[in-house]
Every structure is written in structure tokens, then in C-alpha cells.
């Protein structure tokens, strides 16, 4: 493994101290709800019944209890301490939990999964954008995946609108920091990580030929990104006509591939 050992600590500490709070912010944000609203309608379109979920960076199960309450079994798998100790507490104490397995495990370690297999892999806000090759991680797909199995990747892309708008207020770093073929540096709850941008070229190309994209969507093109609190708050009505704006488009040429995160879709088809 080339792995560089100190990445991972670091980003195992810093989701660590975010996970005891993780879930009030993302509730608290109308962009984050809405996104991944957005994230679960376009999931939901490519899973059928009794579909075995494989989730990974779940976090701390936030998607896994959306999932299983629609009847849906899921493994989730996450690297933190902190994001695996949430994920415990939450399905120790509800009904949910004979739906829900949970396995401390990085991505770039699925073999330690065992000989199971899924129909469906699901990543959602970014979490695969923490190694810079996303081969690390797609390599173990096929003997994970049952025939026709599907992965949903949601990633952060390379072309963020308002992160380049951010040019003309003279935050020239902030705005080309996604553009850094080395990655850019993020700094979570204090702890420094380097953050890698994929494109749907990236994420296909990673995924090899045996998988044929089903749909390409967009989050957060004309909507200002999450992290945009401020307008957020200041702008609410605005900001329902944008977030219809991107629901509109999302879908279509050049706008599902740019934004704040691109949500991949592509089917197994191993002879
Ligand atoms: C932004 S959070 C997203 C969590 C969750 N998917 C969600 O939608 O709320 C990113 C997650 O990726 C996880 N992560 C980062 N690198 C990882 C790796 N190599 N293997 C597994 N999980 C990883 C972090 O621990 C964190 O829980």
C-alpha cells in the first residue's frame, strides 16, 4: 500500500471531532438538506427491491437510516473512530437496526469486507475525495458487486461556479483551489488533509469499461454551496428559485458535471 499513513490519521481525527456535531449542522444547513434530498431522489430511481446496500464513508448513518427505512439492507463502512462510534449509537437504540451492519473499514481496504456482495455502492458528499487515485477504491468494486450491481458516487468536481465567482471578490486561492492537480489542502475542526477534485472523466475512467453510465447530475451549480451560510440565511426565497434552477438542470450537458458535488451512476456489466 503507498498509502501516506499520515493523510488518514489526519482525516480519521478530524472527522472524529466533527462527528459528535455532525448531524445537527447538516440538519441546520437548507443547502446540505436539499442536496441530499437531491442525492436520495436520484439514488432511489436506480435501486430496486431488496437491493443489499454497500455503503462507504457513511458517516455517521444519516443515508443508512434514510435507506433502511425504505426497506433497504446496508452495510456502512467508514474510516473515523468518531463517525463509527455515531453510527453505533444511533442504530443501537432504533428499530432500524436489523437493516443496518457497520464495519470500520477504509475504502481503500474493501477486501477486508469478505467474500459478500451488494447490488448497489453508494458514496455520498465526498467522502472519495480524500485519496488522490479514486483506483484505490473502484478496484475492489467488481468482486463486490452482484451482476447488474450499480454504484451512486457522489464527489466533488474540479468546476465550482461559486467557488470561481469567488475571483471577483479577490479570494483568487479560494476560487482556482480545485483546479490543483496536487489537490488542495482542507482544514476540518483544526486538522489539515489534502482534498483531491474528480471529473466525470476521472470517475468513469476509474471505474473501467465494464461499467456503463446510467446518469450524470449535478448539485449546487446556481444554488451558492453550503458553506455559503451568510446569503443562505439572508436570501431564502432566492434561494427556492435557485434550488429549482439546479433541480431543472442538473441533469443536462454542461451542468452535470460542474457544481459543488456531481452524482455518478454507471451499472456492472461483467460478462
Ligand atoms: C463529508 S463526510 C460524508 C459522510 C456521509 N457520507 C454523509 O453523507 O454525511 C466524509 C466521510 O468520509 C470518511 N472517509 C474519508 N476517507 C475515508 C476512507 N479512506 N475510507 C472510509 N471513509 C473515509 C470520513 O470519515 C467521513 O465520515
Redesign the pocket.
Same mark, same amino acid.
Given at each position: 500500500m503507498n498509502f501516506d499513513s499520515e493523510q &488518514?490519521n489526519n482525516? *480519521?481525527t478530524a &472527522?472524529s471531532r466533527q /462527528?459528535v456535531f455532525?448531524d445537527d449542522y +447538516?440538519i441546520s444547513n437548507p443547502t446540505l438538506t436539499w442536496m441530499?434530498q437531491q442525492v436520495r431522489k436520484h439514488a432511489l430511481k436506480f435501486l430496486k427491491p431488496n437491493d443489499k446496500i454497500l455503503?462507504? *464513508? /457513511? #458517516?455517521?448513518g =444519516? +443515508?443508512a437510516e434514510f435507506f433502511a427505512s425504505k426497506g433497504y439492507s446496508v452495510h456502512c463502512? +467508514?474510516? @473515523?473512530d468518531g463517525?463509527i462510534n455515531e453510527i453505533k449509537k444511533k442504530f443501537s437504540s432504533v428499530s432500524l437496526s436489523d437493516k443496518i451492519t457497520i464495519q470500520q %473499514?477504509? &475504502?481503500?481496504e474493501l477486501d477486508k469486507i469478505g467474500d459478500k456482495k451488494f447490488d448497489f455502492i453508494f @458514496? *455520498? &458528499? #465526498? #467522502? =472519495?475525495n %480524500?485519496?488522490s487515485d479514486l483506483n484505490e477504491?473502484t478496484k475492489f468494486f467488481p468482486s463486490l458487486l452482484n451482476k447488474k450491481g450499480r454504484v451512486c458516487l457522489?464527489v466533488l468536481p474540479p468546476v465550482c461556479p461559486w467557488e470561481l465567482i469567488q475571483l471577483f471578490r479577490g479570494k483568487v486561492k479560494f476560487a482556482f483551489r480545485r483546479l490543483k492537480k496536487e489537490g488542495t489542502i482542507a482544514n476540518v475542526e483544526g486538522v489539515k488533509f489534502r482534498t483531491y477534485y474528480f471529473s466525470v472523466k476521472n470517475v468513469l475512467r476509474s471505474l473501467g469499461n465494464e461499467f456503463k453510465l446510467l446518469k450524470l447530475e449535478s448539485l449546487a451549480v446556481f444554488t451558492p454551496i453550503p458553506q455559503m451560510e451568510k446569503i443562505l440565511k439572508k436570501f431564502p426565497g432566492l434561494i427556492k428559485i435557485l434550488n429549482k434552477t439546479d433541480e431543472k438542470l442538473c441533469g443536462i450537458f454542461p451542468f452535470n458535471r460542474i457544481g459543488d458535488h456531481i452524482i455518478v451512476t454507471a451499472e456492472y456489466n461483467a460478462n
Open positions: &488518514f482525516v *480519521n &472527522f /462527528s455532525y +447538516d441530499r455503503e462507504l *464513508n /457513511s #458517516g455517521t =444519516l +443515508d463502512t +467508514d474510516l @473515523s463517525m %473499514c477504509s &475504502f481503500t @458514496s *455520498n &458528499f #465526498g #467522502g =472519495l %480524500c485519496i477504491a457522489v
